[in-house]
C-alpha cells in the first residue's frame, strides 16, 4: 500500500476545518499539525511533511533553517496572496513549488479600497467621532471640504488582481483612473502612467501590490512629496511599501489630507504609534480582505491545490516558477 501523503497545516487555519477539507482523500493523506504552536513545535514537525501549508499570518515562519528541517517536503501552499512570511528563495533552492492563493480576496479588498477613498472623501470617521462625542459639527464638515467621488482622478500602484479589480470599480463611478505596473496591461479599463507621473495627477493613491525587496519603501518621503495637495492615500498592499514615519510625515505637513491604512510597518500597530491618534487617518487591522465570500474562496482554493498535489496532478499558482506537478521527496 502506498504511504499517504503527509500534510502539515499550520495555524492559524483551524484545525477541524482542515480536517474536514481533506476528509474525501480518506487514506491517501494523513493531515497533522504542530503539537505546539511555537517555533519548537514546527521545527519538530517539518521533518515528516510532504506538503505544509503554510502560516499567512507569519507567527511560524517557514525560513531557510526551516526549510532545511523539511527533508521531505514537496509542496508549500500559502493561504494568501503574500509569501513574505516563507523564504522562497531556499524552497527555490530546494526544489520545492510554492503556490498562493491570488486572486481569493481581489473583489473584497477591492470593494475595501472603494469604501475606504468614499470614507475618506466625506469625512465619515470624522463626522461620526465628532457625533459620538456629543458634537452637531455641520459647518465644520462643510469647511473640511467633502468630495465626491467621480471628480477625483485614481492612480492604482500595482495592477494584479486586486488593482484591476479596483480600478474597474472606480471606474464604474466616473473616476479618471490611471495605474503603474512593471508591465503595461492592454486590456486594462486604465490609463497606464510612469510612477512618478502618477504620482503628480493622483487625488487618491492606491497601493496595491506586493512587498519584495524592489517595492520596499518605493513610496517613500520623495515619492509621496509628488501628490497633488489634499491627496488622499489608500494603502491595501503592505506597510513597507509606504513606510508609515513617510506617510505621518507628509500628513503633518498638511500636503496629504487624509490616508486609509489597513496595513503597517509593524503589526499590530504599536499602541502609542502617532497614526493611532491622527484625525485624518481611518485605521483598519490588515482585514481589507476579510469578508465571508473571500474566506470561502480562499478554503476552497487551498482545498483544491493541495488535492491536486496528492491527485499527482497540476497546482495552480505556483510563484517561484518550479514544476507545478509535485513530486515526493
Not at 469604501?115 to 455641520?138: E, F, H, S
Not at 470599480?169 to 473616476?175: E, K, Y
Not at 506586493?210 to 501628490?227: F, N, Q, V
Request: aromatic content about 4%; glycine content about 8%; hydrophobic content about 50%.
Amino acid at each position: 500500500m502506498t504511504e499517504p501523503w503527509r500534510i502539515l497545516s499550520l495555524p492559524p487555519i483551524a484545525e477541524d476545518v482542515v480536517q474536514g477539507l481533506f476528509a474525501p482523500l480518506g487514506d491517501a493523506a494523513e493531515v497533522t499539525f504542530p503539537q505546539v504552536r511555537d517555533r519548537a513545535g514546527l521545527l519538530a514537525a517539518l521533518p515528516g511533511a510532504d506538503i505544509v501549508i503554510a502560516d499567512f499570518a507569519g507567527r511560524l515562519a517557514l525560513d531557510a533553517q526551516a526549510v532545511a528541517a523539511a527533508s521531505r517536503l514537496a509542496f508549500v501552499q500559502m493561504p494568501a496572496v503574500g509569501t513574505d512570511s516563507i523564504d522562497v528563495a531556499a524552497l527555490t533552492a530546494a526544489g520545492v513549488p510554492v503556490a498562493n492563493a491570488a486572486g481569493f480576496n481581489a473583489r473584497g479588498v477591492a470593494e475595501w479600497a472603494l469604501g475606504a477613498a468614499l470614507a475618506l472623501c466625506r469625512n465619515l470617521a470624522w463626522g461620526d467621532r465628532a457625533v459620538r462625542a456629543g458634537g452637531w459639527p455641520q459647518q465644520e464638515m462643510v469647511a473640511r471640504g467633502p468630495r465626491e467621488i467621480h471628480t477625483q482622478r485614481v492612480g492604482i500602484v500595482g495592477f494584479g488582481s486586486i488593482g484591476s479589480e479596483t480600478a474597474r470599480l472606480f471606474a464604474a463611478l466616473g473616476c479618471t483612473v490611471s495605474y503603474w505596473t512593471r508591465r503595461k496591461r492592454p486590456d486594462a479599463v486604465a490609463t497606464y502612467r510612469k510612477l512618478d507621473d502618477l504620482m503628480a495627477v493622483s487625488d487618491i493613491l492606491v497601493l496595491a501590490l506586493p512587498l519584495t525587496p524592489e517595492t520596499r519603501g518605493l513610496i517613500g518621503p520623495e515619492r509621496l512629496a509628488l501628490l497633488p495637495d489634499n491627496a488622499l492615500l489608500v494603502n491595501v498592499a503592505r506597510g513597507g511599501i509606504a513606510p508609515d514615519d513617510a506617510v505621518l510625515d507628509v500628513l503633518n505637513s498638511g500636503r496629504l489630507a487624509g490616508a486609509a491604512l489597513d496595513v503597517y510597518d509593524e503589526e499590530p500597530l504599536p499602541l502609542d504609534h502617532p497614526l493611532r491618534s491622527h484625525e485624518d487617518v481611518l485605521l483598519s487591522p490588515h482585514t481589507a480582505g476579510g469578508s465571508v465570500q473571500s474566506q470561502l474562496e480562499l478554503v476552497v482554493r487551498v482545498r483544491d491545490n493541495v488535492t491536486a498535489a496528492v491527485l499527482g496532478q497540476d497546482v495552480r499558482n505556483v510563484v517561484n516558477g518550479v514544476n507545478p506537478q509535485v513530486r515526493r521527496r
